[in-house]
C-alpha cells in the first residue's frame, strides 16, 4: 500500500477524521506511516506499520504483545504506544504517536545529550526489560525454542551448547524473548524538557514487539542489548569520527545493574557466560546475508561495512573481553 491508499484506509476506518500524510519510514520488512487525524479543531497522531515479510498471524501476535505490555504497564517511567486496531491479513497495525527520541539516535550524537540522561535511560532500559520479562515469564518446564529455520541457526546452536549452563545460572526464568531489544526499539520520551535533566522528567517506551513465540532464558535478550551498544560504536561519527561522549562498558553496566535491582537477582558468572556466548552468535548472525532474504542492495551493503570490522569482535581470545564490571553505577 502506498501513502495514498493508506490515508484512504485510514479514512474509512475513522468516518468524519481528514487523514494527512506527515512522514514515511521505509524499513526492510515494514513501512511505517505517520499521519495526522484530523476533524474541526482535533488533531490526533497516529503510526500505522504495514508489514512486507510476515504472515498474518505473525502481525497479530505483534499486536497481542503491544496490548498487554501496554494494559500491564502504564505508570510514569515505562510503557508503550497505546495499541489503536490491527488488520492481521492486509499486515497492518495502528498505534498511538509517541514524540520521543529513539536512544540510538541520542548514542549515535545526531542529538545532544548530556551524560547523566544517558545514564537515566540506561536505568530505565533495564526496568523496561526487566518488566517485560516479569510480564512475558513462561513455566519452568518448558522446552527452549527459537526458530527451526536456518535463518536462526546461530542463536539456536548457542542455546544448545549452553543448555548445560542454563542449570548453574541465577537467572532461571522461562520468557518470551523479546529477541530485538535494542536502543532502535526504545523510545525517551522528556516529559518536561525546559527543566533540568532529571530521571522523573523522562518516560520510556517500547516498540516493535515480538512477533512468534518464542521460548528462552532472559540472556538472549541481555545479550541482544549489548550487542546493539556494540554496534552503535561501529558507525562512523563513532568509528570514523572520534566522537565518544559515552563508553559501552560502563553503560551496560548501568543497564544491567538496574534490570538486576528489579528483577531482584544478582548474575554469577554462568549469566554472564550465557549472556556473552549468545552475543557471538548475533555477530555471526548479523554478517548472514542469506537471513536478509532477497532485499536488494542494502543487505549487501550492510554486510560489506560488518565484515570491516567484525572478525576482530569474533577472534576476540576472551569470551569476557572488555566485560562491564558488575556492582559500578557510575554515569554512562
Given at each position: 500500500?502506498?501513502?495514498?491508499e493508506?490515508?484512504?484506509?485510514?479514512e474509512?476506518?475513522?468516518?468524519?477524521?481528514?487523514?494527512?500524510?506527515?512522514?514515511?519510514?521505509?524499513?526492510?520488512?515494514?513501512?511505517?506511516?505517520?499521519?495526522?487525524?484530523?476533524?474541526?479543531?482535533?488533531?490526533?497522531?497516529?503510526?500505522?506499520?504495514?508489514?512486507?515479510?510476515?504472515?498474518?498471524?505473525?502481525?497479530?501476535?505483534?499486536?497481542?504483545?503491544?496490548?498487554?505490555?501496554?494494559?500491564?504497564?502504564?505508570?510514569?517511567?515505562?510503557?508503550?504506544?497505546?495499541?489503536l486496531?490491527?488488520?492481521?491479513?492486509?499486515?497492518?497495525?495502528?498505534?498511538?504517536?509517541?514524540?520521543?527520541?529513539?536512544?540510538?539516535?541520542?548514542l549515535?550524537?545526531?542529538?545532544?545529550?548530556?551524560?547523566?540522561?544517558?545514564?537515566?535511560?540506561?536505568?530505565?532500559?533495564?526496568?523496561?526489560?526487566?518488566?517485560?520479562?516479569?510480564?512475558?515469564?513462561?513455566?519452568?518446564?518448558?522446552?527452549?525454542t527459537?526458530?527451526?529455520?536456518?535463518?536462526?541457526?546461530?542463536i539456536?546452536?548457542?542455546?544448545?551448547?549452553?543448555?548445560?549452563?542454563?542449570?548453574?545460572?541465577?537467572?532461571?526464568?522461562?520468557?518470551?524473548?523479546?529477541?530485538?531489544?535494542?536502543?532502535?526499539?526504545?523510545?525517551?520520551?522528556?516529559?518536561?524538557?525546559?527543566?533540568?535533566?532529571?530521571?522523573?522528567?523522562?518516560?520510556?517506551?517500547?516498540i516493535?514487539?515480538?512477533?512468534?513465540?518464542?521460548?528462552?532464558?532472559?540472556?538472549?535478550?541481555?545479550?541482544?542489548?549489548?550487542?546493539?551498544?556494540?554496534?552503535?560504536?561501529?558507525?562512523?561519527?563513532?568509528?570514523?569520527?572520534?566522537?565518544?561522549?559515552?563508553?559501552?562498558?560502563?553503560?551496560?553496566?548501568?543497564?544491567?545493574?538496574?534490570?538486576?535491582?528489579?528483577?531482584?537477582?544478582?548474575?554469577?558468572?554462568?549469566?554472564?557466560?550465557?549472556?556473552?556466548?549468545?552475543?557471538?552468535?548475533?555477530?555471526?548472525?548479523?554478517?548472514?546475508?542469506?537471513?536478509?532474504?532477497?532485499?536488494?542492495?542494502?543487505?549487501?551493503?550492510?554486510?560489506?561495512?560488518?565484515?570491516?570490522?567484525?572478525?576482530?569482535?569474533?577472534?576476540?581470545?576472551?569470551?569476557?573481553?572488555?566485560?562491564p564490571?558488575?556492582?559500578?553505577?557510575?554515569?554512562?
Amino acid at each position: 500500500m502506498n501513502r495514498g491508499e493508506v490515508q484512504k484506509y485510514i479514512e474509512e476506518r475513522y468516518p468524519g477524521f481528514k487523514v494527512l500524510g506527515k512522514k514515511t519510514i521505509f524499513c526492510r520488512n515494514s513501512c511505517i506511516f505517520m499521519l495526522d487525524l484530523c476533524q474541526g479543531q482535533i488533531r490526533d497522531k497516529i503510526v500505522v506499520k504495514i508489514s512486507r515479510n510476515y504472515q498474518p498471524h505473525e502481525v497479530a501476535l505483534e499486536y497481542a504483545n503491544l496490548s498487554r505490555f501496554y494494559n500491564s504497564c502504564k505508570d510514569e517511567f515505562v510503557s508503550s504506544p497505546k495499541p489503536l486496531f490491527v488488520d492481521a491479513e492486509k499486515g497492518i497495525l495502528a498505534m498511538s504517536h509517541v514524540q520521543g527520541v529513539n536512544l540510538s539516535y541520542m548514542l549515535h550524537e545526531i542529538r545532544p545529550a548530556s551524560s547523566q540522561y544517558l545514564s537515566y535511560a540506561a536505568d530505565l532500559s533495564g526496568i523496561a526489560l526487566a518488566r517485560y520479562h516479569a510480564l512475558f515469564s513462561r513455566g519452568e518446564g518448558e522446552p527452549l525454542t527459537i526458530d527451526a529455520n536456518a535463518r536462526e541457526d546461530d542463536i539456536n546452536q548457542s542455546l544448545a551448547k549452553s543448555r548445560e549452563r542454563m542449570d548453574e545460572c541465577n537467572l532461571k526464568t522461562m520468557v518470551t524473548p523479546f529477541f530485538d531489544f535494542t536502543s532502535w526499539n526504545i523510545l525517551i520520551k522528556d516529559e518536561k524538557p525546559q527543566n533540568v535533566a532529571s530521571k522523573a522528567n523522562i518516560r520510556l517506551f517500547l516498540i516493535d514487539f515480538p512477533r512468534l513465540d518464542y521460548v528462552c532464558t532472559p540472556h538472549l535478550d541481555l545479550a541482544r542489548f549489548r550487542f546493539g551498544l556494540e554496534l552503535i560504536k561501529q558507525f562512523p561519527p563513532a568509528k570514523f569520527f572520534g566522537l565518544n561522549r559515552w563508553e559501552v562498558d560502563s553503560f551496560y553496566d548501568r543497564f544491567l545493574c538496574s534490570y538486576c535491582r528489579e528483577m531482584h537477582v544478582t548474575l554469577n558468572q554462568d549469566d554472564l557466560w550465557l549472556i556473552a556466548h549468545a552475543r557471538k552468535a548475533y555477530i555471526r548472525r548479523a554478517m548472514d546475508l542469506t537471513r536478509k532474504g532477497r532485499c536488494g542492495w542494502q543487505p549487501k551493503l550492510e554486510r560489506m561495512y560488518l565484515q570491516t570490522f567484525s572478525r576482530d569482535w569474533l577472534d576476540q581470545g576472551d569470551i569476557f573481553s572488555k566485560w562491564p564490571r558488575m556492582g559500578r553505577v557510575g554515569e554512562a
